[in-house]
């Protein structure tokens, strides 16, 4: 069983759209007040179609069957973040069936590569606090925690 990492095209869409449906809802579910189920398999097929002609996806698979995906973007300058450099990874997902096998490392490489070509000297992105596993992922993998996000709840007294 090996792993293959690959740029995405339109016709992985909607694949990724599933995968992504489902990393959402487990954002959802982790903190329901933080993030918002704001997606739909259709949405989802269309954003990440739009994306892969950028190859800022990529598509894993293990015997040409796809069990996850990366998006990432890179930025020469990021000034909310104060960086410069910088590929953020905004998603990463591989389905629970394929985990422990290799794929998101596969995954992880071939951001650190695709990015590297593009002039990025590093990788940020965020973890929910909730997502140990994740989290503990991410720090086999090489990431080191350099901020951590907080978030004040506002009311709405207005209705």
Known sequence: MSVTVRKATKADA???AKFAVALFELHAGWNPRRFTQIA?????EK???DRTESGSVLVAE???ESVGFAYFEYEPTLYAEL???VAWLHD???????????????LINGVRDAVASLGANKVLL???VQNEEGRRFFERNGFV???HEMMLGIENKNG
Do not use: C, H
Not at 99 to 105: M, P, Q
């Open 14 to 16: 909607a694949q990724i």
């Open 83 to 85: 960086a410069t450099r």
């Open 126 to 128: 965020s973890v929910a």
């Open 145 to 147: 925690t350099t901020m």
């Open 40 to 44: 739909t398999v259709e949405g989802a």
């Open 47 to 49: 954003f990440y179609s």
């Open 62 to 64: 293990i015997d040409n």
């Open 92 to 106: 990463i997902y591989v389905d629970p069936v394929a985990r422990r096998t290799g794929a998101g490392g596969a």
